[in-house]
């Protein structure tokens, strides 16, 4: 009998924290383990034909940047029956899988609003089998908050924590470039390598197109009007395809259509954005984890803009990265309308024909995931013998 893994993960904003869970949840089974993944965003899409079971928690989600305030599905502040709903739903997922492995995402570096539940979890899992390992699950890039929260959360990963999976390329993006890694942390850090989707994808599209995507919320519209001017200053002629997340309201959507000039299209984000990315001219995306992976596959020049609002530093410190390693050029939103319409036009003209060096991240955290779960396994059923 394999053995079993449970991951909790909850996206408030957009979509890539489930969207890196699910592919965490592909490889793990791909690695012979039996996983469900228990989600506590909004509803993404249909997961009944995964190879994990899954399960969905009474939904919650934010506005903009303000992650303090957790909201329903129709927008109003959750009340403490839902907060109590969940918390009972987890407790007994555990109780009635007594999975081997617990995997908490962004838990316990981000995330704080939902402890109650997480620690809720944990505690569950331990309870119906004490031997049970508890990992975090991290993307590359963290966002540093105070001292005092930063020594929290390390006191609960060195008391909680079995080991924490990290799925980025220290030679690349290392995590004390974003977070402080002492000691005890650096000894926890398990780097996996970027987790990437790795079904087999669509062909290539040569549209030729200059593509702007901006992820699964509604925080691209600002680089979404930005683009609908540019393309209007644009000479070349080529066709601009503008690719709008679910979170993008039809209203917003509404008013760029009716700014937009004949060449730009604008429509819902596609499954088949792989292909259309790796035929495009240049692309424009915010530095989402997901896009930069589909951006390093597809090999097409690239402008990344990161999303900044508020105290938002992760998508910078990606951004800059790849500008480091020749991946794409950073280009910053300033505010001055006009002015970063003419500096976007004059971006992707210097991108035109521009040919990123060949894969120089490591892609491989599907496989390697797999083989750090199953070794931390083993060293548990090791011990256990002796």
Same mark, same amino acid.
């Given at each position: 009998?394999?053995?079993?893994?449970?991951?909790?993960? @909850?996206?408030?904003?957009?979509?890539?924290?489930?969207?890196?869970?699910?592919?965490?949840?592909?490889?793990?089974?791909?690695?012979?383990?039996?996983? @469900?993944?228990?989600?506590?965003?909004?509803?993404?899409?249909?997961?009944?034909?995964?190879?994990?079971?899954?399960?969905?928690?009474?939904?919650?989600?934010?506005?903009? @940047?303000?992650?303090?305030?957790?909201?329903? #599905?129709?927008?109003?502040?959750?009340?403490?029956?839902?907060?109590?709903?969940?918390?009972?739903?987890?407790?007994?997922?555990?109780?009635?899988?007594?999975?081997?492995?617990?995997?908490?995402?962004?838990?316990?570096?981000?995330?704080?609003?939902?402890?109650?539940?997480?620690?809720?979890?944990?505690?569950?899992?331990?309870?119906?089998?004490?031997?049970?390992?508890?990992?975090?699950?991290?993307?590359?890039?963290?966002? @540093?908050?105070?001292?005092?929260?930063?020594?929290?959360?390390?006191?609960?990963?060195?008391?909680?924590?079995?080991?924490?999976?990290?799925?980025?390329?220290?030679?690349?993006?290392?995590?004390?470039?974003?977070?402080?890694?002492?000691?005890?942390?650096?000894?926890?850090?398990?780097?996996?390598?970027?987790?990437?989707? =790795?079904?087999?994808?669509?062909?290539?599209?040569?549209?030729?197109?200059?593509?702007?995507?901006?992820?699964?919320?509604?925080?691209?519209?600002?680089?979404?009007?930005?683009?609908?001017?540019?393309?209007?200053?644009?000479?070349?002629?080529?066709?601009?395809?503008?690719?709008?997340?679910?979170?993008?309201?039809?209203?917003?959507?509404?008013?760029?259509?009716?700014?937009?000039?004949?060449?730009?299209?604008?429509?819902?984000?596609?499954? =088949?954005?792989?292909?259309?990315?790796?035929?495009?001219?240049?692309?424009?995306?915010?530095?989402?984890?997901?896009?930069?992976?589909?951006?390093?596959?597809?090999?097409?020049?690239?402008?990344?803009?990161?999303?900044?609002?508020?105290?938002?530093?992760?998508?910078?410190?990606?951004?800059?990265?790849?500008?480091?390693?020749?991946?794409?050029?950073?280009?910053?939103?300033?505010?001055?309308?006009?002015?970063?319409?003419?500096?976007?036009?004059?971006?992707?003209?210097?991108?035109?024909?521009?040919?990123?060096?060949?894969?120089?991240?490591?892609?491989?955290?599907?496989?390697?995931?797999?083989?750090?779960?199953? #070794?931390?396994?083993?060293?548990?059923?090791?011990?256990?013998?002796?």
């Amino acid at each position: 009998m394999s053995a079993s893994v449970l991951i909790a993960v @909850t996206h408030l904003l957009g979509s890539g924290h489930l969207v890196r869970a699910a592919n965490l949840a592909r490889a793990l089974v791909q690695g012979g383990l039996s996983v @469900t993944l228990a989600s506590g965003g909004m509803p993404l899409r249909v997961m009944e034909d995964e190879p994990f079971a899954f399960v969905q928690l009474p939904p919650i989600r934010t506005e903009g @940047t303000d992650f303090r305030t957790l909201l329903d #599905e129709s927008g109003q502040p959750i009340d403490p029956e839902r907060k109590a709903a969940r918390i009972a739903m987890l407790e007994g997922l555990a109780a009635r899988l007594r999975p081997d492995v617990v995997i908490v995402e962004h838990f316990p570096f981000g995330r704080r609003q939902l402890a109650a539940e997480f620690l809720a979890l944990i505690a569950a899992a331990k309870s119906a089998r004490p031997e049970a390992l508890v990992l975090s699950s991290v993307r590359d890039v963290l966002v @540093t908050p105070r001292p005092d929260r930063i020594a929290e959360a390390e006191g609960r990963i060195a008391g909680m924590f079995d080991a924490v999976l990290v799925h980025g390329d220290a030679g690349f993006l290392p995590l004390d470039r974003s977070w402080p890694v002492g000691e005890g942390l650096a000894a926890k850090l398990r780097y996996t390598g970027y987790l990437a989707d =790795d079904r087999p994808a669509d062909i290539t599209l040569a549209n030729g197109e200059v593509i702007v995507s901006g992820g699964g919320s509604a925080a691209a519209l600002p680089l979404f009007a930005c683009a609908v001017a540019a393309a209007r200053l644009d000479r070349s002629g080529r066709r601009w395809r503008i690719l709008a997340g679910r979170g993008m309201a039809e209203a917003d959507l509404g008013l760029l259509a009716a700014d937009a000039p004949e060449k730009v299209v604008i429509e819902r984000a596609r499954p =088949d954005f792989p292909a259309l990315l790796a035929g495009c001219a240049v692309s424009i995306s915010q530095a989402g984890y997901n896009t930069v992976l589909d951006l390093v596959a597809a090999g097409r020049p690239a402008i990344v803009v990161p999303f900044d609002a508020g105290n938002e530093t992760e998508q910078t410190v990606r951004a800059e990265a790849m500008e480091r390693a020749g991946l794409a050029r950073c280009f910053r939103l300033s505010g001055d309308f006009v002015g970063d319409a003419v500096a976007l036009t004059d971006a992707v003209g210097e991108a035109m024909g521009a040919q990123p060096p060949a894969l120089p991240i490591d892609r491989g955290g599907a496989a390697r995931s797999a083989a750090i779960v199953k #070794e931390l396994l083993a060293g548990i059923a090791g011990r256990a013998r002796h």
